[in-house]
């Protein structure tokens, strides 16, 4: 037979899931997740009993870590000694562990993520607390295993007394599984065991009430009480861990916010660094310097803030950008019956008493067995004892020690036990003194055998001797709880001047669409003239604001979508730069455009609550002829992308938006040279995306080239051709008339061969009350501008008068107020 013939043929995938399935057998079983019983994973238990075994026990001056490591290595954990060092240094970490197991001299690392000294310069030992979880393993209370070269026993589990998976939590991922379980309050857990002993049917909700929460290590605050309940009853769950703060004031009227506790699992060096980096990065105004100021007397954090900063806001901004706070998500999942289990708490407290039953059962037999055994031995001295002088012609008559055995076994009627017992007393225990202690020694092992079956026989008593156990162990080692619990969630609420330092800035959106924030200094040091805004070649500035940076702006475009900005989020540029095209800013879409800019302040949306708010509206006017009228409130939001501001009709497009108080007059202008004027109450307030009513009645052809406000008697409607005719009528000239009729005429077109001809639409229509600048734009780019006193005041049907050249294959296209020499909102 060759080689070859000997081979099966075998398929990778199922050689591979193979493999793969025992190694993610035995990282789950025997690695990453604990026992539910003792809370340990295998590298622990392993590193505490040969530190028991090894008698490096409290009581005995610390010893090396790498002989701990070797022993640990050599006789149950065939892995790397990094991994095994890596697993005790873990037990020795005071902010790690809720009580630690592993009681450590020298340098074991720090908050700030220092890493330990390497093993062959650390000493260790085990804690005190460590003995309760190894106590009564020498009386078989747990099942020993073979180590892997079978030149050893190890322990399955150990004897745990106190229940260390919630005192002392875990973290771990194996393959497909994971756990969470944070540490809690020795003497809260305790009493929760008690309490489940004494009431089987306890609920999660009882249970709260004595386990209130997690307790960390490092303190804390712990929020979320609904959290933690689901995560009671499931194992799974969410809760916030905030840090204890104080605001302490300072001289000069500044303030500090000093951190004293951090959350768990938190390293406090990189949380110095990262609230450092939002100063450096001036994400965030007022804070001048960030030190770590810990030391010997506790952990002390300071953040020195600026005069005059806010010391509240700033502390929520932190709390919310920063560890701080953090969000803990409980997923308590632990081996059971050598299966991993999600459980809650009810689940680990039961699995725990189970354990604690059969130890002490184990260990009472244990006991049991040892008292009969002595007691048998006792009985044969005492009986011995009274027939001495016989007993003693016996031993002298034998030849030997085997024979002197034999004949007491013969003679007497001892056991062979008590045969050698005998033969092994002492000579100075025949005095009447010895004789005494014997038989009391015997009365006593006789009422302690009886107490040790009534243990056995009662499982209350079990139960009782379990509760008495763990009392001693809470009144010994039981501390005050360090993290405080907070039922409700508190919302962190960040006010925008905490990261956004107030100023009054200018912003200018181009015609062709070119946006910037500049400060006022640069533009008072570039000559304070409008004019003077870098722009490209052939555009120019369309809209210019003063707004702060603390408020924002809304967009309103043709195809009747809007955009929330905030003024800070525009990018900043000098006065003479060109800016950055909207697009960069916002998600506008190529073939949208924008019509009208609006600034609104902070003060201008409602509270939380829906309490305050400006009292304004938005009045949309469409080229079909409609009009909509919506509260400004509605238009609040935290988006970024564009969102629906009206509902407009196939072929339509919106106008204008402007700011009214819902006092005032609507007129429209068409482009036929119709107009209509009505009260702006006749068009009712509608929600965000409705559609609007009709303003005017268009004639087959015509559209709305002008929507605006208008109210009492005095002030000009001007009018302005596409060949650049222009005209001013008394508004006083415009009756009022009820909304959705055709209106009145307000420009008579020239009609005729032989007449010159002063347009074929209107192009723009404004309210006038004073003198102001207009710029008008032909299709081609060219810019006219004129003085609104350019055009004559004339009756509503007049011509108008050329303001300026307009070529006849180059028309004007649209008109709009012109930012003049000082910016104007």
Not at 186 to 214: H, N, Q
Not at 700 to 708: K, T
Not at 709 to 732: H, M, N, P, T
Request: aromatic fraction near 6%.
């Amino acid at each position: 037979m060759s080689m070859l013939e000997q081979f099966l043929p075998a398929f990778l995938e199922e050689v591979v899931g193979d493999r793969f399935g025992r190694y993610s057998k035995y990282i789950i079983q025997d690695r990453a997740i604990p026992d539910v019983r003792d809370g340990l994973k295998p590298v622990q238990r392993r590193i505490l009993y040969a530190m028991y075994d090894g008698g490096n026990t409290p009581d005995k001056p610390y010893r090396k870590s790498a002989k701990t490591v070797g022993d640990v290595m050599g006789n149950y954990h065939p892995h790397g000694d990094s991994s095994i060092y890596e697993g005790m240094v873990r037990m020795a970490q005071p902010w790690k562990m809720g009580h630690t197991l592993v009681d450590g001299h020298g340098n074991w690392g720090s908050m700030d993520d220092d890493p330990p000294a390497a093993m062959r310069y650390t000493e260790a030992r085990l804690s005190a607390i460590a003995m309760e979880l190894i106590r009564d393993i020498e009386k078989r209370t747990v099942l020993f295993k073979d180590n892997f070269d079978n030149t050893a026993k190890e322990p399955v589990v150990l004897p745990a007394r106190y229940p260390n998976l919630l005192v002392n939590g875990v973290s771990g991922i194996s393959a497909g599984f994971a756990t969470e379980i944070p540490p809690h309050n020795l003497r809260e857990v305790i009493d929760a065991c008690v309490a489940f002993m004494d009431k089987p049917d306890m609920t999660t909700a009882e249970l709260m009430g004595i386990v209130k929460g997690p307790d960390l290590p490092t303190g804390g605050i712990i929020m979320g009480e609904e959290g933690i309940r689901e995560a009671y009853e499931t194992g799974k769950g969410r809760m916030y861990i905030r840090s204890k703060t104080a605001i302490e004031d300072m001289r000069g009227g500044k303030q500090q916010i000093v951190i004293t506790e951090i959350p768990y699992q938190v390293v406090k060096a990189r949380l110095v660094n990262a609230i450092d980096n939002l100063r450096l990065e001036k994400k965030v105004e007022g804070i001048a310097e960030v030190r770590d100021e810990s030391g010997r007397a506790g952990m002390r954090i300071v953040i020195e803030l600026k005069k005059d900063a806010d010391a509240e806001g700033i502390l929520a901004y932190l709390l919310k950008k920063t560890d701080l706070q953090v969000t803990y998500s409980f997923n308590m999942v632990a081996i059971v019956n050598k299966a991993p289990r999600q459980l809650g708490l009810k689940a680990i407290l039961e699995a725990y008493i189970a354990h604690q039953k059969e130890v002490v059962t184990h260990r009472t037999q244990f006991d049991l067995e040892k008292a009969e055994d002595r007691a048998h031995v006792l009985e044969g001295l005492v009986k011995a004892l009274n027939l001495l002088d016989a007993i003693i012609e016996t031993i002298k008559a034998s030849k030997n020690r085997q024979d002197a055995q034999n004949n007491l076994v013969a003679k007497f009627g001892f056991s062979e036990r008590q045969a050698d017992a005998i033969l092994t007393l002492q000579l100075y225990r025949l005095t009447n003194l010895e004789i005494t202690s014997l038989e009391k020694e015997h009365a006593d092992t006789l009422k302690k055998m009886q107490q040790l079956r009534a243990i056995l026989d009662n499982p209350k008593k079990l139960i009782g001797v379990i509760k008495d156990e763990l009392g001693e162990i809470r009144g010994k080692y039981g501390i005050d709880r360090r993290s405080v619990i907070q039922g409700e969630v508190e919302a962190l609420k960040v006010n925008l001047e905490v990261t956004v330092p107030a100023e009054e800035v200018i912003v200018t959106l181009s015609r062709q669409g070119y946006v910037k924030r500049t400060s006022l200094l640069s533009f008072t040091r570039s000559g304070g003239d409008m004019g003077s805004s870098g722009v490209k070649e052939g555009d120019g500035i369309r809209w210019s604001l003063t707004p702060n940076t603390l408020d924002s702006l809304l967009l309103f475009t043709q195809k009747g979508q809007y955009f929330l900005l905030p003024v800070h989020q525009i990018p900043e540029f000098k006065w003479k730069d060109t800016g950055t095209a909207i697009v960069n800013v916002l998600p506008l879409t190529k073939d949208d455009r924008i019509v009208s800019l609006i600034h609104v302040k902070p003060g201008d949306w409602p509270d939380a609550e829906g309490k305050g708010g400006s009292l304004s509206s938005l009045v949309f006017v469409t080229r079909g002829g409609q009009v909509k009228r919506t509260p400004l409130a509605e238009y609040f939001t935290t988006r970024s992308s564009a969102i629906a501001a009206v509902k407009v009709g196939a072929g339509d497009e919106v106008v204008n938006v402007y700011l009214s108080d819902g006092t005032g007059e609507v007129m429209l202008v068409t482009e036929q040279g119709m107009s209509i004027r009505f009260l702006e109450s006749e068009v009712s307030q509608q929600g965000r995306v409705a559609g609007g009513v009709r303003g005017i009645l268009l004639r087959e052809g015509d559209a709305v080239a002008g929507g605006f406000a208008v109210g009492g008697d005095e002030g000009e409607i001007l009018v302005l051709s596409d060949l650049g005719y222009a005209k001013r009528s008394l508004l006083f000239d415009y009756p009022q008339q009820g909304r959705g009729g055709k209106g009145i005429q307000t420009f008579e077109f020239k009609e005729g061969k032989r007449v010159k001809p002063n347009g074929t639409i209107l192009v723009g229509a404004f309210f006038v009350r004073e003198a102001v600048v207009l710029e008008a734009v032909t299709a081609g780019g060219t810019s006219l501008e004129f003085d609104s006193e350019a055009a004559p005041i004339d009756d509503r049907k007049a011509h108008g008068k050329a303001i300026g050249q307009v070529e006849r294959g180059d028309l004007l296209t649209e008109a709009f107020h012109k930012p003049i020499h000082k910016a104007q909102s």
